[in-house]
């Protein structure tokens, strides 16, 4: 019995390991390009390990100025988020103890987060192209608010449910009003899952590419659209390519490994409670 | 609750005081942002969409419904259409068979076994822009590894022109795309399982059922109502995708792997077919916006 468990074991991990080579195989590759010298990256056949790694590639990125893309994300991303949870967190407050706006409400916020990017971001478009909008910090901030907002209100609803009632109850009796006692009773309750929603929406603008192609031209290009412009119809920089693309994902993958608890509910909407 | 409403609304006391009100002011940023960058430039598209302005001709004329027959009888439309539903049709079951076999697998309590779905998620969290650039990477015919993985297995050196030939373009997108969202389902339907009742499964194998009646049977449908959501969430994402596609392909060879999307953006934005691409906006928006909410509300989601 016990040897049978041990082989099951055994079998067990090396496929655990076999899944886990292939499917992470493709960002060993990209780092791996980044490290590597230019003229190792267009080796045939390829490279499997930088003979010597360096940091070159990433230095580029830095003298040419390219690293600006980071730090546009970082705010439209940033400021589009916080914007956010204060306004969808007072939204899902009073869709979850007021019952404002019933179902119909709900599914309107999240029909919202379902329509195709292209579609809605056509019209933007336009419409920005009239009030000057485009390639605009507050343009795309709008938009990306606009554009993280049912995710944070359908989060926001789910960790705001489990809040024990009582205890706002008791302070609403104390004289507080609605506002404080959310602020001051509810929010700390939440916390939580407030950063929680708060990184996986951030995550969420900082990848985005589409709305970043289409209404950036030069002032605020993100890194998403920073990447796209190093494909030529010449000749393609895959030396920054792989550069930026490492630059644009660790954050993310160091913020989801921190809340991996909260993993589940964050990339699923909150459709499964993790 | 509205005996607490008229309770709390006391004369003299602002509104906001009241449940009613309080809600109303709360809700009210949320949904006027919402409304500003939705409602309002979706009835500037309407209005667009029955002129013929484009790059060239900015003040347009008004020309009726001529942008909505020109639509029904565009056959790149209909194939950008098609192409897009095939992929979906095809990505979509792979996602979520593999999705489930990995759930299974990973089921089962072991060591380290939370650093292995920790990492398995990865996928998933990165920008599917990169993830586009990554993949092209390896399906470099000369100096991406993928060509010379499949060398290996085939004995003999093999190039294949991924992003190139239409076929294998196809193949490379669907690859990309599985690659990307398998961990999404994988995750989804993992936290599903564990929240199957460990006393149903008991009795079940009690009563000597096996292992495939037991998943049909009990497993299969206690997940459902999450596995459905999954579906839906990842049959629209697929629906409009675009990222992936536009830096693996950019719709070519030609318009071999053009998607929806990828129509719109370059109908919209690169040859300024304005008031034609808003026509595709608004039968696009009004279709998926019935489609959505019907959804939605079929599955009760919305509690």
Not at chain 1, 21 to 32: A, E, N, Q, S, T
Not at chain 1, 146 to 167: C, I, K, N, S
Not at chain 2, 37 to 53: A, E, M, R
Request: net charge positive; charged share 15%.
């Amino acid at each position: 019995m016990k040897k049978r468990a041990t082989r099951e074991g055994i079998v067990w991990y090396a496929i655990s390991i076999l899944i886990l080579v292939v499917m992470l195989f493709p960002i060993y590759w990209m780092f791996m390009v980044s490290l590597k010298l230019p003229e190792e990256i267009f080796k045939s056949p390829p490279v499997w390990f930088p003979s010597k790694p360096q940091f070159g590639n990433f230095a580029v990125l830095f003298t040419e100025g390219d690293v600006w893309s980071l730090w546009n994300s970082l705010v439209i991303a940033g400021v589009s988020t916080l914007i956010a949870m204060a306004v969808g967190t007072l939204c899902a407050y009073a869709m979850v103890r007021f019952k404002t706006g019933g179902d119909n409400l709900a599914i309107w916020i999240l029909s919202q987060r379902m329509l195709p990017p292209i579609a809605v971001v056509f019209p933007i478009f336009l419409a920005y192209a009239v009030f000057g909008l485009s390639d605009s910090y507050p343009g795309l901030i709008l938009l990306y608010t606009a554009f993280a907002l049912p995710y944070v209100v359908w989060m926001m609803r789910g960790y705001l449910e489990d809040v024990p009632v009582e205890l706002e109850e008791a302070a609403l009796v104390d004289g507080y009003s609605h506002l404080s006692v959310l602020w001051r009773v509810t929010v700390p309750m939440a916390r939580n899952g407030i950063i929680a929603t708060a990184i996986f929406a951030f995550v969420f603008s900082w990848n985005e590419f589409l709305f970043a192609l289409v209404l950036t031209r030069t002032e605020v290009i993100t890194f998403t659209v920073q990447i796209s412009q190093y494909f030529g119809s010449q000749s393609t920089f895959w030396a920054k390519i792989a550069a930026m693309s490492v630059l644009g994902t660790l954050p993310v993958f160091i913020a989801v490994t921190l809340l991996q608890r909260y993993v589940v509910r964050g990339i699923s909407l909150g459709a499964v409670k993790g | 609750m509205s005996a607490a409403a008229a309770t709390q609304t006391k004369a003299g006391r602002p509104f906001w005081a009241g449940r009613r009100g309080a809600g109303l002011l709360f809700v009210g940023p949320a949904v006027f942002v919402m409304l500003l960058v939705g409602l309002f430039p979706f009835l500037w598209s309407v209005v667009v969409s029955f002129q013929d302005i484009t790059g060239s001709n900015p003040n347009g004329d008004w020309v009726g419904l001529a942008n909505y027959k020109k639509l029904v009888a565009d056959t790149r439309v209909w194939a950008a259409l098609g192409r897009t539903l095939l992929l979906l049709a095809v990505a979509l079951p792979l996602e979520l068979i593999l999705g489930m076999l990995l759930a299974l697998h990973f089921q089962a309590e072991r060591p380290f076994k939370r650093l292995f779905v920790a990492l398995l998620v990865l996928p998933a969290v990165v920008s599917p822009m990169v993830a586009g650039s990554m993949w092209r990477l390896m399906f470099d015919h000369k100096f991406g590894p993928f060509n010379q993985i499949i060398g290996w297995i085939a004995g003999e050196p093999i190039v294949l022109l991924w992003t190139v030939k239409p076929h294998l373009a196809y193949w490379a997108i669907l690859i990309a795309e599985v690659w990307q969202w398998t961990p999404f389902m994988f995750i989804i339907l993992l936290a599903a399982l564990a929240n199957v009742e460990r006393e149903q499964l008991e009795a079940a194998e009690i009563d000597g059922a096996g292992r495939f009646r037991v998943f049909f049977r009990i497993v299969l449908p206690a997940i459902m109502p999450v596995l459905s959501i999954a579906v839906l969430l990842r049959a629209l994402d697929l629906f409009r995708i675009f990222d992936a596609v536009w830096q693996l392909t950019r719709g070519g060879p030609g318009t071999k792997t053009e998607t929806l999307s990828i129509f719109m953006f370059i109908r919209g934005f690169q040859s300024f077919e304005t008031s034609y691409t808003a026509a595709l906006v608004v039968v696009l928006l009004i279709l998926l916006s019935a489609t959505v909410v019907f959804a939605l509300k079929r599955m009760e989601i919305a509690r």
